[in-house]
Nanobody
Framework: QVHLVESGGGLVQAGGSLRLSCDVS????????MGWYRQAPGNERELVAV???????NYADSVKGRFTISRDNAKNTVYLQMNSLKPEVTAVYYC??????????????WGQGTQVTVSS
């Protein structure tokens, strides 16, 4: 069984920074892409940033230049550094990972989410 556990969310003032972490644990062969999504009240879940196993990254246009995604493959952890935060990024942030299991299947997994609130 695979578990994704996020941490690092909280309340911050506009202009501040937060660093989210997501630890992946359990039984699996490898982790493929890892990413962060967010969902604000009344909105659909949307992609924030994603990184491949090879280290390529992709960002939502709204966060380019302010957010940085990175991963530590040795620790099975993905990070999201968020700088120059604005109130409009307030949302629940979810970690996502595509896992290759021992049966050769590639399965998407989600964390439970962590709240990020930016006050004006």
């Amino acid at each position: 069984q695979v578990h994704l556990v996020e941490s690092g969310g909280g309340l911050v003032q506009a202009g501040g920074s937060l660093r989210l972490s997501c630890d992946v644990s359990g039984g699996f062969r490898s982790i493929n892409h890892m990413g962060w999504y967010r969902q604000a009240p009344g909105n659909e879940r949307e992609l924030v940033a994603v990184t491949t196993s090879g280290g390529s990254t992709n960002y939502a246009d709204s966060v380019k230049g302010r957010f940085t995604i990175s991963r530590d493959n040795a620790k099975n952890t993905v990070y999201l550094q968020m700088n120059s935060l604005k109130p409009e990024v307030t949302a629940v942030y979810y970690c996502n990972a595509e896992i290759s299991d021992y049966g050769g299947w590639q399965v998407e997994h989600w964390g439970q989410g962590t709240q990020v609130t930016v006050s004006s």
